[in-house]
Every structure is written in C-alpha cells, then in structure tokens.
C-alpha cells in the first residue's frame, strides 16, 4: 500500500481474502493487519498484469469470489 506520505508492505499471507470485480481486484487482510480493503484498480495495469495479477491471487489467497 502506497500514498504519498507513507508505504506498507504486506505479505500474502496477511491477504485473507479477494474478490475480481470487473473494474478492479479488492484485497481483504487480517483485521489485525489492515482494517480497509486494499483496492487494485484494472485501469491502472496492461492487459498481461491483470492475467499475472489474477494468477497471484489464486495461488495465495484461499477465499475468491468473483462479481
């Protein structure tokens, strides 16, 4: 996660969940980690990355949904 006074780095493990909606991937941490959703916008990645991005997520996150 990145803003512009500050960054965070998190490790899959701590991503307890995700869902692929047709504008953007939504990331769920542990509330004990991150207590907002992180939000992957599809616009801001190439067509590959949303392929790469979408492979990531299904081999680290055990709860997917799609919308």
Not at 15 to 31: D, H, N, Q, R, T
Not at 52 to 67: E, F, M, T
Request: charged share 25%; no cysteine.
């Amino acid at each position: 996660v990145e803003q512009d006074t500050a960054s965070s780095t998190y490790k899959w493990a701590a991503v307890v969940g995700a869902i692929e909606g047709k504008m953007a991937f939504v990331l769920y941490a542990s509330p004990a980690i991150l207590s907002t959703p992180v939000l992957v916008p599809k616009r801001a990645l190439r067509p590959e990355d949303i392929a790469l991005v979408r492979d990531l997520i299904g081999s680290h996150v055990s709860r997917r949904y799609k919308r």
